[in-house]
């Protein structure tokens, strides 16, 4: 059992990796109340073309990883969920673009609620009846996030973005994909992507390390699994520049709903230098429309945007962009607005006294997050999976300078690669 020490933070995080490769990490926080543990696989929408070791390229249906989480739950007792339930626990998961989680928080039955979670994770029942009988479910998911207008503007803009990278896909495939999966598909899925080195356990409460450490080492000794061979994730080339400037979606709302954003160049960036451009572009985008420049708030003052208005940067190795928006009354006039600001800003830069209070706003929340159990598990989670660390954001933050967020701003705003995606009434 390896000790991590962040003295900056004053925290000490438990790590082992098991025989068979899992990765088990511990962040013992004696003054919490509640335990969260997550369970996640390097698996997400976006892998639908891989090829494991040796073998052969293999090519399966949009939505199975989304898929494949809804069946994790059922078992041939019944729902796991109720399992869960009895020992006082609250159990879930999520599909993103690039991982899926499996989770539950406790106050009391950490380590048979634990067991559980691991368990179930590492013990799929697939059987033709159950897998057509959810193709009937996620269908009606898929219906419904189609007339979810915020959903749709937000997927609007990265399917207008990208032509062939299957981030531009809704993460549930579509009803026509889901169609096709059988269990035998979920079963070369879930061969290939849940194997225990694929895989994360992150618990974070008031737990005591080396019985959380025995726990999984006696557990994972009961089970048999073979070596797997490293897992290439195969992807067509994508253009460069964007597969549509504008996506307009018709739906019953009040009022537009308007998303933009910019669309950058592949740079297959990982660890320390993908946590870096994160956290630059971030910081550049609270400079650049956050809740508290002056451009939102003339914007906010036109009755351009509303509280509604917000932003993020989104990346892997394979894509990168952002994403700001929210509803307007006038699209077209503040995408005018927009950009007549945003080009005085790329001539003048940022002002250092701007820059420090956005810096300091940033430091400020990412210490806040550390109160926050659920955050702390799914932040640290995502930021291992893409070789980074959720406790080196504090000296990361503190030596990001100026000069380096003007020369993002710069780099970023593009308006060739600018795309809109628009809700409009009917």
């Known amino acids: 059992m390896e000790q991590i020490h962040y003295d ?60 494949l989480e809804h069946k994790m739950f059922e078992e041939p007792e019944g729902d796991i969920f109720a399992t869960f339930a009895s020992n006082g626990a609250s159990a879930n998961a999520f599909t993103s673009f690039d991982q899926t989680v499996y989770l539950f928080s406790a106050t009391e039955n950490i380590e048979t609620n ?26 009606q998911e898929i219906d419904m996030y189609a007339d979810n207008p915020d959903w749709r503007v937000y997927f609007g803009l990265i399917e207008a973005m990208y032509s062939k990278h299957p ?7 579509t009803v026509e994909s889901i169609s096709t999966i059988t269990k035998e598909t979920l079963y070369t899925c879930y061969n290939a992507f849940y194997h225990p080195s694929n895989m994360l356990l992150f618990v974070v409460g008031g737990v005591d390390p080396e019985k959380v450490f025995s726990l999984i080492r006696t557990n994972q000794k009961g089970k048999t699994y073979g070596e797997q061979g490293q897992i290439k994730r195969i ?23 308007i998303m933009f ?16 451009r994160d956290l630059i572009t971030k910081l550049m ?11 939102y708030q003339k914007l906010y003052d036109e009755e351009l945007i509303s509280d509604s208005f917000g932003h993020e940067f989104n990346s892997s190795p394979q894509y990168a962009f952002s994403a700001m928006g929210g509803d307007t009354k006038d699209p077209e006039l503040l995408l005018k607005r927009i950009k007549e600001e945003v080009d005085l800003i790329l001539k003048s830069g940022f002002a250092e006294k701007d820059f420090e209070r956005a810096r300091k706003k940033k430091i400020g929340g990412y210490l806040r997050m550390l109160n926050s159990p659920e955050s702390i598990a799914h932040e640290f989670t995502r930021y291992q999976f893409r070789g980074g660390d959720l406790f080196e954001v504090l000296p990361m933050y503190e030596s990001i300078t100026l000069a380096e967020v003007n ?19 009917p």
């Open 8 to 67: 900056r933070l004053q925290e000490t995080i438990y790590h082992e990796v098991m025989d068979n490769g899992l990765q088990v990490y511990v962040l013992p926080k004696p003054t919490f109340k509640k335990t969260y543990a997550t369970f996640a696989t390097k698996y997400g929408s976006v892998d639908n073309h891989f090829r494991v070791g040796g073998g052969e390229e293999t090519t399966v249906p949009d939505g199975i990883a989304h898929f």
């Open 114 to 139: 634990l067991s559980t979670l691991v368990d179930f994770v590492q013990r799929p029942y697939f059987t033709d009846e159950n897998v057509e009988k959810e193709k009937g479910i996620i269908g």
């Open 167 to 173: 981030v531009r896909i809704d993460i549930a495939g």
């Open 235 to 257: 992807f067509e080339d994508e253009p460069e520049q964007v597969a549509t400037k504008r996506l307009e979606s018709k739906l019953a709302v009040s009022m537009p709903k």
């Open 261 to 276: 954003g910019f669309k950058e160049k592949v740079e297959d960036l990982t660890g320390e230098a993908s946590l870096k």
């Open 285 to 295: 985008l609270d400079l650049l429309v956050g809740s508290s420049t002056a451009l």
């Open 407 to 425: 020369e993002r701003l710069q780099a970023h705003v593009n308006w060739e690669q600018l795309t809109v995606s628009l809700v409009v009434s």
